[in-house]
């Protein structure tokens, strides 16, 4: 089966910036979907950025002009940039994929572990 693991996030000062990975490992057919959302303590979990197998992205309003989701479909592999970041942008931040495993092509939900991104004023 695929598995999500996620890399980068931490502490940086307001007007910073964070990249964070999110590589899908196994065999995998294809992927469909890429997204990351975010869950503030005692607050659910959002949506921020999605991109498409066709490569259309979508945002969230409060981080469109400060986001950037990407891919790299050799690596299995998607990217958010984080750039003017605010301290209203502390989160943990979720990766989740739509996949198909090789053996089965049958599409699947997975989300990775989730990574701190804390944004200090």
């Known amino acids: 089966q695929v598995q999500l693991v996620q890399s980068g996030g931490g502490l940086v000062q307001a007007g910073g910036s964070l990249r964070l990975s999110c590589a899908a490992s196994g065999s995998i057919f294809s992927i469909n979907y890429m997204g990351w959302f975010r869950q503030a303590p005692g607050k659910q979990r959002d949506l921020v950025a999605s991109?498409?197998?066709?490569?259309?992205?979508n945002y969230a309003d409060s981080v469109k002009g400060r986001f950037t989701i990407s891919r790299d479909n050799a690596k299995n592999t998607v990217y958010l940039q984080m750039n003017s970041l605010k301290p209203e942008d502390t989160a943990v931040y979720y990766c989740?994929?739509?996949?198909?495993?090789?053996?089965?092509?049958?599409?699947?939900?997975?989300w990775g572990q989730g990574t701190q991104v804390t944004v200090s004023s």
């Open positions: 991109i498409t197998s066709g490569g259309s992205t």
């Open positions: 989740k994929m739509a996949a198909q495993a090789m053996a089965l092509r049958v599409p699947s939900i997975y």
